[in-house]
């Protein structure tokens, strides 16, 4: 079963044709991006009486700011596929790994923990060193990071609900309790709240972007039979999101959407 799916994912036909896919809808996504904040840009422009001086500085700042917003998804995307890398591990462990079950009923839980924490070493490898985010401050990477657990939250709801599998119902719940929790912690005072509510707003269209763009990539993937259910929905969920890496990977060096900055 496994050189079958070797086989199946390392097909260069059908690799090609999804990576085409997932290439193209994150141009998509990017040109939206690029898109909505010259507009407005533009409406600032028109509507404000402005010295050259203040059209150099505004123009600047809003240069720095769509780069800011590009990474930004670039972050979700990352985010995402870290913790569906080591969710996918769980899944694993827990369905194909049968001579695991004793040590895995007993410590489940820390091992779930310690795929988390590895997680987030993940995600600072991806903005590092695999594609460096250097735009992005790191208040705004801590809230994007808090939109990809909803992200990941939706993610579990849809294949619980969509395909009648209830083996998530304790990763949706796990994942609802580190989210309120950045919330409401222990020493969190109403100005802490507000600030993290703002930075959820103020992102929420990133969480739609990043939604649409994975549902598409999926819907294409399992549409065609590149994407098999066979495997697990979380794994084949997983492969989407690195070809969704790779592609950012190839965007950030062929340079081309600074072109459009």
């Given at each position: 079963m496994f050189q079958y799916y070797l086989i199946h994912y390392f097909?260069?036909?059908?690799?090609?044709?999804?990576?085409?896919?997932?290439l193209l809808c994150l141009i998509a996504v990017l040109a939206i991006v690029i898109l909505a904040a010259k507009l407005k840009k533009h409406y600032k422009l028109n509507t404000q009486d402005l010295t050259p001086k203040q059209i150099r500085k505004l123009n600047h700042i809003h240069k720095v700011k769509e780069i800011s917003l590009i990474e930004s998804f670039y972050e979700m995307v990352f985010s995402s596929t870290s913790v569906l890398l080591f969710l996918s591990l769980y899944y694993i462990i827990d369905e194909r790994i049968p001579q695991?079950?004793?040590?895995?009923?007993?410590y489940q839980n820390i091992i779930l923990l310690l795929f988390l924490v590895f997680s987030v070493f993940m995600t600072n490898w991806f903005d590092i060193l695999f594609v460096p985010l250097t735009a992005i401050p790191t208040r705004q990477k801590a809230s994007v990071r808090l939109i990809s657990a909803f992200y990941i939250i939706l993610i579990l709801l849809y294949i619980k609900f969509i395909y009648h599998d209830s083996n998530y119902d304790s990763l949706i719940m796990y994942f609802i309790t580190l989210a309120v929790g950045r919330f409401l912690y222990f020493d969190s005072t109403l100005e802490d709240i507000k600030e993290t509510l703002q930075g959820v707003a103020r992102n929420l269209p990133l969480l739609v972007l990043m939604g649409s763009y994975s549902a598409i990539v999926c819907w294409y993937g399992f549409h065609c039979g590149f994407l098999l259910t066979s495997n697990g929905v979380i794994l084949s969920t997983l492969l989407a999101h690195l070809f969704m890496d790779v592609s950012i990977f190839v965007l950030d060096k062929t340079r081309l959407v600074k072109l459009f900055i």
């Open positions: 097909n260069f036909k059908n690799a090609g044709g999804f990576m085409l896919v997932s695991a079950a004793f040590y895995w009923q007993k």
